[in-house]
Protein backbone atom coordinates (compact mmCIF):
# COMPACT_ATOMS: atom_id res chain seq x y z
CA UNK A 1 0.00 0.00 0.00
CA UNK A 2 1.22 3.33 -1.58
CA UNK A 3 0.80 6.73 0.12
CA UNK A 4 1.21 9.19 -2.69
CA UNK A 5 1.90 12.87 -1.61
CA UNK A 6 0.07 15.48 -3.69
CA UNK A 7 1.12 18.84 -5.69
CA UNK A 8 -1.86 20.45 -7.09
CA UNK A 9 -0.54 23.28 -9.28
CA UNK A 10 -2.36 26.60 -9.92
CA UNK A 11 -0.60 29.91 -11.61
CA UNK A 12 2.87 27.80 -10.25
CA UNK A 13 2.04 27.75 -7.24
CA UNK A 14 1.43 24.43 -4.68
CA UNK A 15 -2.23 24.41 -3.80
CA UNK A 16 -5.27 22.45 -2.53
CA UNK A 17 -8.99 22.99 -3.86
CA UNK A 18 -12.07 23.01 -2.02
CA UNK A 19 -14.46 20.54 -3.60
CA UNK A 20 -12.88 21.37 -7.10
CA UNK A 21 -13.29 25.14 -6.59
CA UNK A 22 -10.58 26.62 -8.16
CA UNK A 23 -11.48 30.31 -6.43
CA UNK A 24 -11.74 28.28 -3.27
CA UNK A 25 -7.60 27.71 -3.20
CA UNK A 26 -5.41 27.36 -0.77
CA UNK A 27 -1.70 28.63 -1.36
CA UNK A 28 0.79 26.09 0.74
CA UNK A 29 3.98 26.40 -1.23
CA UNK A 30 4.86 28.84 -3.66
CA UNK A 31 8.03 27.11 -4.76
CA UNK A 32 6.83 23.67 -5.93
CA UNK A 33 10.31 21.92 -7.03
CA UNK A 34 11.24 22.31 -2.95
CA UNK A 35 7.37 21.00 -2.00
CA UNK A 36 8.77 17.85 -3.83
CA UNK A 37 12.45 17.76 -2.22
CA UNK A 38 10.70 17.80 1.21
CA UNK A 39 8.72 14.84 0.46
CA UNK A 40 11.16 12.99 -0.75
CA UNK A 41 13.05 13.63 2.43
CA UNK A 42 10.30 13.01 4.78
CA UNK A 43 10.22 9.53 2.71
CA UNK A 44 7.78 9.22 0.09
CA UNK A 45 8.76 7.63 -3.20
CA UNK A 46 6.21 8.51 -5.30
CA UNK A 47 4.86 12.18 -6.02
CA UNK A 48 1.23 12.84 -7.53
CA UNK A 49 1.12 16.04 -9.77
CA UNK A 50 -1.91 17.86 -11.30
CA UNK A 51 -1.67 20.58 -13.41
CA UNK A 52 -4.96 22.51 -12.21
CA UNK A 53 -4.96 25.02 -14.84
CA UNK A 54 -4.17 22.49 -17.38
CA UNK A 55 -7.15 20.51 -16.60
CA UNK A 56 -9.67 23.45 -17.68
CA UNK A 57 -7.47 24.76 -20.62
CA UNK A 58 -7.29 21.13 -22.22
CA UNK A 59 -3.58 22.05 -22.25
CA UNK A 60 -0.49 22.43 -20.08
CA UNK A 61 0.13 25.32 -18.62
CA UNK A 62 2.28 24.82 -15.16
CA UNK A 63 4.60 23.23 -17.33
CA UNK A 64 7.42 25.11 -16.18
CA UNK A 65 6.16 24.14 -12.85
CA UNK A 66 6.47 20.72 -13.43
CA UNK A 67 9.44 20.19 -15.17
CA UNK A 68 11.17 22.05 -11.97
CA UNK A 69 9.84 19.25 -10.41
CA UNK A 70 11.69 16.58 -12.29
CA UNK A 71 14.34 18.17 -11.67
CA UNK A 72 14.29 18.36 -8.27
CA UNK A 73 12.96 14.87 -6.76
CA UNK A 74 14.62 11.64 -7.90
CA UNK A 75 11.00 10.18 -7.18
CA UNK A 76 9.05 9.07 -9.62
CA UNK A 77 6.56 11.16 -10.62
CA UNK A 78 2.60 11.14 -12.36
CA UNK A 79 0.72 13.55 -13.53
CA UNK A 80 -2.43 14.45 -14.62
CA UNK A 81 -4.25 17.58 -16.05
CA UNK A 82 -4.88 18.54 -19.67
CA UNK A 83 -3.00 16.02 -21.31
CA UNK A 84 -5.56 14.83 -24.73
CA UNK A 85 -3.41 13.59 -27.12
CA UNK A 86 -0.59 10.91 -27.92
CA UNK A 87 1.79 13.27 -28.38
CA UNK A 88 1.40 15.31 -25.29
CA UNK A 89 1.37 11.96 -23.34
CA UNK A 90 4.84 10.95 -25.38
CA UNK A 91 5.89 14.88 -25.04
CA UNK A 92 5.82 14.66 -20.88
CA UNK A 93 7.10 11.46 -20.75
CA UNK A 94 10.18 11.96 -22.46
CA UNK A 95 10.45 14.57 -19.99
CA UNK A 96 10.78 12.33 -17.00
CA UNK A 97 7.39 11.54 -16.04
CA UNK A 98 7.11 7.90 -14.93
CA UNK A 99 3.19 8.29 -15.19
CA UNK A 100 0.62 10.37 -17.41
CA UNK A 101 -2.98 10.33 -16.36
CA UNK A 102 -5.80 10.84 -18.23
CA UNK A 103 -9.02 12.11 -17.35
CA UNK A 104 -11.18 14.17 -19.68
CA UNK A 105 -9.78 12.28 -22.59
CA UNK A 106 -10.64 8.73 -21.07
CA UNK A 107 -14.73 9.91 -21.84
CA UNK A 108 -14.40 11.40 -24.69
CA UNK A 109 -12.04 9.10 -26.43
CA UNK A 110 -11.22 6.18 -24.85
CA UNK A 111 -9.84 4.80 -27.44
CA UNK A 112 -6.70 6.87 -27.35
CA UNK A 113 -5.98 5.84 -24.03
CA UNK A 114 -5.97 1.88 -25.13
CA UNK A 115 -3.50 3.55 -27.85
CA UNK A 116 -1.26 5.00 -25.12
CA UNK A 117 -1.40 2.07 -23.01
CA UNK A 118 -0.32 -0.22 -26.03
CA UNK A 119 3.01 2.66 -27.32
CA UNK A 120 3.53 3.19 -23.65
CA UNK A 121 2.70 -0.06 -21.62
CA UNK A 122 2.53 0.57 -17.88
CA UNK A 123 2.74 3.91 -17.85
CA UNK A 124 -0.49 5.17 -18.40
CA UNK A 125 -2.96 5.64 -15.87
CA UNK A 126 -6.59 6.49 -15.96
CA UNK A 127 -8.31 8.96 -13.81
CA UNK A 128 -11.86 8.92 -12.55
CA UNK A 129 -13.34 11.98 -10.93
CA UNK A 130 -16.93 11.77 -9.42
CA UNK A 131 -20.03 13.40 -8.35
CA UNK A 132 -22.98 11.66 -7.32
CA UNK A 133 -21.80 8.71 -8.45
CA UNK A 134 -21.13 10.55 -12.44
CA UNK A 135 -17.75 11.24 -13.85
CA UNK A 136 -17.35 14.96 -14.14
CA UNK A 137 -14.69 15.91 -17.19
CA UNK A 138 -13.09 19.23 -17.94
CA UNK A 139 -11.29 19.92 -14.79
CA UNK A 140 -14.44 18.87 -12.96
CA UNK A 141 -16.15 21.81 -14.87
CA UNK A 142 -18.55 19.30 -15.95
CA UNK A 143 -20.72 16.38 -15.63
CA UNK A 144 -21.05 13.63 -18.13
CA UNK A 145 -24.15 10.81 -17.82
CA UNK A 146 -21.30 8.51 -17.43
CA UNK A 147 -21.29 5.93 -14.15
CA UNK A 148 -17.89 5.16 -12.86
CA UNK A 149 -18.06 1.76 -12.87
CA UNK A 150 -19.15 2.00 -16.85
CA UNK A 151 -15.97 3.54 -17.68
CA UNK A 152 -13.99 1.37 -15.81
CA UNK A 153 -14.85 -1.38 -17.41
CA UNK A 154 -13.79 0.11 -20.57
CA UNK A 155 -10.30 -0.22 -19.88
CA UNK A 156 -9.96 -3.91 -18.56
CA UNK A 157 -7.64 -5.87 -20.14
CA UNK A 158 -6.09 -2.33 -22.03
CA UNK A 159 -3.09 -1.85 -19.90
CA UNK A 160 -3.91 0.77 -17.84
CA UNK A 161 -1.52 1.15 -14.82
CA UNK A 162 -3.72 1.98 -12.45
CA UNK A 163 -7.23 4.06 -11.86
CA UNK A 164 -7.24 7.07 -10.20
CA UNK A 165 -10.83 7.52 -8.49
CA UNK A 166 -11.60 10.62 -7.00
CA UNK A 167 -15.01 11.63 -4.91
CA UNK A 168 -14.80 15.28 -5.86
CA UNK A 169 -17.62 15.53 -2.58
CA UNK A 170 -15.12 14.63 -0.47
CA UNK A 171 -11.76 16.46 -2.35
CA UNK A 172 -10.09 18.88 -0.15
CA UNK A 173 -12.42 19.04 2.82
CA UNK A 174 -10.90 16.68 4.98
CA UNK A 175 -13.99 14.27 5.16
CA UNK A 176 -12.61 10.95 4.92
CA UNK A 177 -12.08 8.53 1.83
CA UNK A 178 -15.05 7.52 0.10
CA UNK A 179 -13.97 4.28 1.64
CA UNK A 180 -17.59 2.40 0.03
CA UNK A 181 -17.19 3.43 -3.45
CA UNK A 182 -13.49 3.02 -4.18
CA UNK A 183 -13.24 -0.48 -2.64
CA UNK A 184 -16.61 -1.22 -4.66
CA UNK A 185 -14.93 0.16 -7.81
CA UNK A 186 -11.65 -1.93 -6.68
CA UNK A 187 -13.78 -5.29 -6.48
CA UNK A 188 -15.57 -4.43 -10.14
CA UNK A 189 -11.95 -4.13 -11.79
CA UNK A 190 -8.38 -6.29 -12.33
CA UNK A 191 -6.90 -2.77 -12.32
CA UNK A 192 -5.07 -1.52 -9.48
CA UNK A 193 -7.21 1.49 -7.96
CA UNK A 194 -5.95 4.11 -6.36
CA UNK A 195 -8.11 6.52 -3.98
CA UNK A 196 -8.00 10.31 -3.87
CA UNK A 197 -10.41 12.80 -2.25
CA UNK A 198 -11.17 13.43 1.29
CA UNK A 199 -8.18 11.55 3.13
CA UNK A 200 -8.32 13.81 6.34
CA UNK A 201 -6.31 11.81 9.04
CA UNK A 202 -4.69 8.90 10.38
CA UNK A 203 -7.62 7.09 11.02
CA UNK A 204 -7.97 6.92 7.44
CA UNK A 205 -4.24 5.62 7.32
CA UNK A 206 -5.11 3.51 9.97
CA UNK A 207 -8.01 2.27 7.66
CA UNK A 208 -5.64 1.52 4.88
CA UNK A 209 -4.03 -1.04 6.72
CA UNK A 210 -7.18 -3.39 7.20
CA UNK A 211 -7.48 -7.03 5.31
CA UNK A 212 -9.89 -5.98 2.76
CA UNK A 213 -7.87 -2.32 1.87
CA UNK A 214 -5.27 -4.28 0.75
CA UNK A 215 -6.97 -4.91 -2.92
CA UNK A 216 -5.82 -0.99 -3.06
CA UNK A 217 -2.56 -0.16 -4.86
CA UNK A 218 -2.74 3.02 -2.64
CA UNK A 219 -4.42 6.42 -1.79
CA UNK A 220 -3.69 10.47 -2.75
CA UNK A 221 -2.87 12.66 0.50
CA UNK A 222 -3.08 15.99 -0.02
CA UNK A 223 -4.60 18.84 2.64
CA UNK A 224 -3.84 16.54 5.39
CA UNK A 225 0.17 16.46 5.04
CA UNK A 226 0.25 20.25 4.18
CA UNK A 227 -1.97 20.74 7.45
CA UNK A 228 -0.18 18.50 9.23
CA UNK A 229 -3.08 16.27 9.98
CA UNK A 230 -1.01 13.33 8.91
CA UNK A 231 2.47 12.89 10.40
CA UNK A 232 4.83 11.58 7.41
CA UNK A 233 6.97 9.05 9.73
CA UNK A 234 4.21 7.94 11.36
CA UNK A 235 2.45 7.06 8.46
CA UNK A 236 4.67 5.61 6.64
CA UNK A 237 5.89 3.39 9.68
CA UNK A 238 2.21 2.07 9.75
CA UNK A 239 1.95 1.17 6.52
CA UNK A 240 5.24 -0.37 6.33
CA UNK A 241 4.59 -2.28 9.22
CA UNK A 242 1.34 -3.72 7.73
CA UNK A 243 3.35 -5.33 4.87
CA UNK A 244 3.81 -4.54 1.21
CA UNK A 245 5.01 -0.80 -0.05
CA UNK A 246 4.86 1.94 2.68
CA UNK A 247 5.27 4.99 0.51
Not at 59 to 69: C, R, T, W
Not at 112 to 117: F, I, P, T
Not at 215 to 242: F, K, M, Q, V
Amino acid sequence: MRLYPAIDLKDGQCVRLKLGDMDEATVYNTDPAAQAQSFERQGFSWLHVVDLNGAFAGQSVNGAAVESILEATSNPVQLGGGIRTLDHIEAWLDKGLARVILGTVAVRDPDLVRQACRRFPGRIAVGIDAKGGKVAVEGWAEASDLGVLELARKFEGAGVAAIIYTDIDRDGVLSGINWESTLALADAVAIPVIASGGLASMTDIVRMTMPDAARLEGAISGRALYDGRIDPDEALALLRDAGGSSQ
